[in-house]
């Protein structure tokens, strides 16, 4: 910094304070440095308010009458220094500002506009990193990811971290992971049939190119990492009911379920015959009622031959799952209440967040009881009789 400014901030002084902290901030703005501008903001208010100013930022010295006061001063100079970082595209200190006053969206719609493939190679792993792990824009993050860093990254690290997103970034996520997968799969199989079949007519269509061309998979031939097939099918389970891109999973299951054996991977119960398995799931989420009654009645039979308790309840928790997803509450409702009714786990699955969400407080009365549990039992009692009024009105 020129010499200049401090003997001007000097002679300025005997102006006033305010005149003296005018030109810092015009100062800092044309220096364009934004961390120490967010210091001179507050510092103008702590002058207005007769506090001392060195430690600009510290409630410590504001009194307890002047600290709303404060408070709003610091959003506002938060959310201009914010503002100002997102301008100039420098999203991790944005974040850093906005984050602080919980006003997450500008710096999540910022971030959304940016195209992956045009991201400056030094870029990418900041971008990473506050919009995947800090939580700026996760689904943005991910994009950014699989576009860079490519498919098997992605899936690695959306494995470690799935749990911690919300349901609607996960399924933004998944639906990346198998349109990239699917896209992939389909340009590898185009390439094996033009080599085989160069009259072949076009088709961007999975199971289109496998039909009736059993060749492909002779001698335990493959055409993507299967590890990413199988990650990205379980990952699919995430998907809602309505989610369009499941019939591209169902594809992806017909087309593992050709591999040879030592390639379909199995999955925990009741995933053991991965491919069959989750084609079946899905087909009963989107399929017609033929579909609908064949996919349910394979988990059922599953739960009826399972001797493991463990892996009876693994069994009534994805069936439970499915059941509920396809408006079969009383069913679910049943299988929750013999298998499920102690687990109250917000991150999986809680017997009390089902009843309520199906209507069955009733049923949850009845287990509390049961147990002994007087308070769950007082609390469905109530929220029973809530409702009742609620629907009389």
Not at 171 to 180: A, E, G, H, P, T
Not at 310 to 323: C, G, H, S, T, W
Not at 376 to 389: E, K, M, N, P, V
Request: glycine content about 4%.
């Amino acid at each position: 910094m020129s010499e200049d400014v401090f003997a001007e901030l000097e002679t300025l002084q005997q102006e006033s304070p305010e005149a003296v902290l005018e030109r810092l901030i015009e100062t800092l703005r044309a220096q364009k440095n934004y961390h120490r501008l967010f210091d001179a903001l507050l510092m103008k208010e702590k002058q207005s308010m007769g506090v001392e100013l060195l430690q600009p930022t510290s409630f410590e010295n504001v009194g307890e009458d002047q600290k709303k006061e404060f408070e709003l001063a610091y959003v506002d100079a938060a959310r201009e220094v914010g503002r100002l970082f997102l301008v100039e595209n420098l999203y991790p200190d944005a974040w850093l500002y906005f984050q602080t006053i919980q006003e997450p969206e500008l710096v999540a719609e910022a971030l959304n506009k940016i195209n992956p493939r045009t991201v400056p190679e030094d870029k990418v792993e900041e971008l990473i990193q506050v919009s995947v792990y800090e939580g700026a824009n996760p689904e943005k993050g991910f994009e950014i990811m699989l576009a860079v860093n490519g498919i098997c990254n992605t899936i690695t690290v959306f494995d470690q971290m799935n749990a911690q997103l919300n349901p609607e970034s996960r399924q933004k996520v998944v639906r990346l992971l198998v349109d990239q997968l699917y896209g992939d799969l389909v340009q590898s199989l185009q390439y094996q049939v033009q080599q085989k079949v160069p009259m072949a007519p076009p088709t961007d269509n999975l199971r289109e190119l496998m039909a009736g061309r059993d060749w492909m998979f002779e001698a335990g031939s493959y055409h993507i990492d299967v590890s990413h097939l199988n990650s990205v099918v379980r990952f699919a389970r995430l998907l809602s009911g309505d989610d369009p891109c499941i019939s591209k999973v169902i594809e992806l299951c017909e087309y593992g379920s050709r591999l040879d054996e030592q390639f379909q991977y199995p999955g925990e119960s009741p995933f053991e015959d991965f491919y069959p398995a989750h084609q079946n799931f899905f087909k009963a989420l989107v399929g017609d009622e033929n579909d609908r009654s064949l996919g349910i009645a394979y988990f059922e039979k599953k739960l009826e031959q399972e001797p493991d308790d463990e892996d009876k309840q693994l069994i009534a928790y994805v069936l439970i799952d499915l059941l509920t997803r396809v408006d079969q509450n009383e069913r679910a409702i049943e299988l929750a209440e013999k298998y499920l009714s102690q687990f109250e786990d917000p991150n999986t699955f809680s017997f009390t967040d089902l009843c309520q969400k199906t209507k069955h407080l009733e049923v949850l009365q009845n287990v509390a009881r049961g147990k002994g549990d007087l308070v769950t039992f007082a609390g469905a009692l109530l929220d029973a009789q809530r409702q009742t009024q609620t629907q009389e009105s």
